[in-house]
């Protein structure tokens, strides 16, 4: 920025804590800034009136606001076309040091200087219109036609929206249509209730906004949010293989009975990977979409897994699927001779205490038992329902439902380990311990029925067939779900635009499909309209900056394209990063991994960053005032900190905070100036990780672990303590656990004594 405000508020305690004239001289005198001016409370309607009045008279490019929070204010500190920073003399100084003491002083200062340093150096250029040829597209792509997709498709269309909606059944509905009743949903919930499915249907059926293609599949998805191109091949016969490969293979046979021989048949890619130049069929449909919301939904579990419970084994042993079957159809009786049978087991938790569970499905399969056993009781009065559990859950108003359930002389529950299913006389004998009683029994039954829990539906790619470089599937995790940030974000996966919603996201019943599917096409179309102003998604909605690469200078390490989380960086043949602008989340994780340094964003590089550790006013070794740098993470960490603050809670005043973007994109450069301008230690803290908590950006946290550890071993080898660099990850939640964390590393710095390089 080339002419900078800057502001300080003197309001919140700010102005009886602080010497407000010494903050003035470090603006006017050391950065030379043309306009400073103090006053109470500059987020008073008068003042930011104020504000605006002088960005017109005086023509400034750039505002520094000392006062609150950066995460305060948002709104009403945001100019059109002006670069705005944030000081905080609040939370991170007078909240959290005494009033009045020198160290409080100089952090105040140090902050303003930094401030004012970023801001000279940032940056402000928009996205668009100047950097795409194309224009965004809004429409929405849902893929599924089961009760999530279909409510997806609605909703998005309701709003306004275009839709298309692509279902590989020749029919839409999906387990919907195929359900005998549902559970309740509305009060008293205590009785089941019919399906509603078919007007659904016909809904979306006779919506001019939405355009179905069923019996088709996503032969190919290229491009990014906004500027998507969906290719959709009408055939039914693909079963769960990638479509490309399917219509290869088609091609190849056809050749073969013509005598031909396809060559390039050694040459195709392997399932897991996207084709890398591939011929898009000419009997392609193609469309423009701008975000996907995918709804593909579950499969049952393989019942041959359980075969010492009979699954696979016995025909009178089958699973909830066929159950739901028989009570939709009519009657239900056993398979082995057709007679109408008279008791029935139902056995549950079956894969609870395996390594990697189905996670999610008692909640819903626990549920189905219990609307079973209901059928069984409706269809035939004298009939006797045994349902066999280790744990048994009815979530939210469900528990009423249960609690009726239970009122039946004839539905009987015990928990208990099944341990085997046999045949005997011309029947079944199910063996379980009692767990109430202590003791094996033994139940005679006409039929036994498998809670199989539910499978999400392959993200691989046979669904999207993507064009990214990474991989041409949606990552997942250990349990087969969307991975991204599963706390904060619960319908983002690590593909920008790309929204999972129903069973893909986790097993959940039909009213929660209901929901999750307006969910995630709320989030699609949060992605549309951002995207067509130029701004982020979350973690960053509506930053306007975006990566600029600097080609002159890149070695072609790849690190950029594979470190990405969300895949945004494609490469061309020369391995040459290729961005996708609307694809990136603002991260940083490139800029930290890229050696030569040739990323950055407007308000946020290397230069940017660097500026602001020399900003700092380090003391030389005989003041015996040491100097800790802490990089600390947007998202979790500095709200943290801020809450920290909030409780006036005390810690070390030789702490001077740089936020990151993601502790992912810290570059070790940064750590370098620091050592070099004499900071005695270096704190990362960022977003907790593991398998209850998650990186907002998905990796951030695991990949600055792996940084440090390297420049850990360097600084051993130059003698240089590795002691002064420590990382830790917190949760929102863990402010009361921050101050001991610093005062302790600002103890173990004082123990090391003064950096060497300190002058």
């Known amino acids: 920025m080339e002419k900078i405000g800057v502001y300080i508020d003197t309001g919140y305690g700010i102005g009886e804590a602080l010497d407000i004239d010494a903050l003035k001289d470090v603006a006017v005198k050391e950065y030379k800034v043309p306009l400073c001016k103090t006053r109470d409370y500059w987020c008073d309607e008068d003042a930011v009136g104020e504000i605006k009045s002088d960005i017109e008279k005086e023509g400034l490019d750039g505002l520094v606001i000392a006062g609150t929070s950066p995460r305060v204010h948002r709104d009403i500190f945001s100019f059109e076309g002006i670069y705005v920073e944030r000081v905080n003399l609040r939370e991170q100084v007078i909240w959290c040091h005494p009033a009045g003491d020198e160290d409080t002083q100089m952090l105040a200062e140090d902050n303003l200087r930094m401030g004012i340093a970023r801001a000279k150096k940032s940056s402000f250029k928009p996205l668009f219109p100047e950097t795409l040829d194309e224009d965004i597209d809004k429409t929405i792509l849902v893929v599924g036609g089961g009760i999530t997709g279909i409510t997806a498709a609605q909703g998005a269309a309701d709003a306004g929206y275009k839709v298309v909606l692509v279902e590989k059944e020749k029919e839409l509905g999906g387990w919907a249509a195929k359900m005998y009743k549902y559970y309740p949903v509305t009060s008293p919930y205590t009785e089941l209730e019919g399906p509603d499915i078919e007007s659904k249907i016909e809904a979306v059926k006779n919506n001019d906004r939405i355009k179905i293609y069923t019996g088709s599949r996503i032969f190919k998805l290229q491009g990014a949010p906004g500027l998507f191109d969906a290719y959709i091949m009408p055939d039914g016969d693909w079963e769960n293989k990638p479509s490309y490969l399917v219509y290869e293979a ?36 193609k469309e423009r979409v701008g975000a996907a919301v995918l709804a593909t939904g579950w499969r049952p579990d393989d019942p041959n897994k359980l075969e010492f419970l009979g699954g696979g084994k016995f025909k009178d042993v089958i699973t909830n699927i066929q159950m739901e079957e028989m009570a939709k159809n009519g009657a239900i009786k ?78 009987f529950f015990s928990k208990g380990n099944v341990y085997g299913v046999e045949e005997e006389g011309g029947g079944l004998v199910v063996k379980v311990k009692d767990s109430l009683l202590g003791e094996d029994i033994k139940i005679k039954t006409d039929m036994v029925v498998l809670g199989m829990g539910m499978v999400p539906v392959t993200l691989d790619s046979s669904v999207l067939n993507l064009d990214y470089r990474q991989n041409a599937a949606v990552p997942t995790n250990k349990f087969g779900y969307p991975d991204s940030h599963f706390v904060c974000f619960p319908y983002e996966t690590q593909r920008t635009g790309i929204y999972s919603a129903g069973c893909i996201r986790q097993a959940m019943d039909h009213a929660s499909c209901i929901e999750d599917g307006l969910g995630a096409t709320l989030k699609a179309i949060q992605c549309v309209e951002l995207t067509s102003q130029g701004k982020a998604v979350s973690p960053r909605a509506g930053d306007t900056t975006y990566p600029e690469f600097f080609m002159q200078r890149c070695t072609q390490c790849k690190r950029c394209t594979e470190e990405c989380p969300f895949g945004a960086i494609n490469e061309d043949e020369k391995a040459n990063p290729l961005p996708n602008q609307t694809r990136c989340r603002r991260c940083g994780i490139c800029l930290g991994a890229c050696p030569e340094r040739i990323i950055s964003f407007g308000d946020y590089s290397i230069e940017v960053i660097g500026s602001m550790i020399k900003a700092i006013n380090v003391p030389d070794e005989f ?14 960490a500095y709200p943290a900190l801020d809450m920290t603050g909030f409780h006036r809670m005390q810690y070390n005043a030789w702490i001077r905070v740089i936020p990151m973007r993601c502790l992912g994109s810290m570059h070790l450069v940064w750590i370098a100036d620091a050592l070099a301008n004499g900071f005695d230690g270096m704190f990362l803290m960022g977003c907790e990780k593991g398998d209850d908590y998650q990186c907002h950006f998905v990796k951030g946290s695991e990949l600055a672990g792996i940084r440090m550890e390297k420049i850990k071993e360097t600084l051993d080898r130059l003698m240089l303590e590795s002691e002064r660099i420590r990382v830790e990850t917190v949760s929102i939640a863990d402010y009361n656990k921050i101050p001991e964390m610093l005062d302790e590393f600002a103890e173990k710095i004082e123990e090391l004594g003064p950096n060497p390089y300190k002058v």
């Open 250 to 285: 088609k091609k190849a046979a056809l050749a073969s009975a013509e005598g031909k021989e396809d060559k390039k048949e050694e040459e195709k890619p392997p399932e897991t990977e996207a084709p890398k130049e591939e011929e898009i069929p000419a009997d392609a449909f």
């Open 334 to 411: 056993r398979p082995s001779d057709g007679k109408e049978v008279n008791s029935v087991v139902f056995l549950q938790s079956l894969r609870e205490n395996e390594e990697n569970p189905l996670i999610y499905c008692s909640s819903v399969c626990d549920m189905v038992t219990l609307k079973q056993a209901r059928y069984l009781r409706e269809k035939n009065p004298d009939a006797k329902a045994y349902i066999l559990y280790k744990n048994l859950r009815a979530p939210g108003q469900f528990e009423l439902f249960y609690k009726k359930t239970q009122e039946d002389e004839n539905i």
């Open 623 to 636: 003041e015996e005032k040491p100097r800790i740098l802490l990089f600390i993470c947007e998202n979790d």
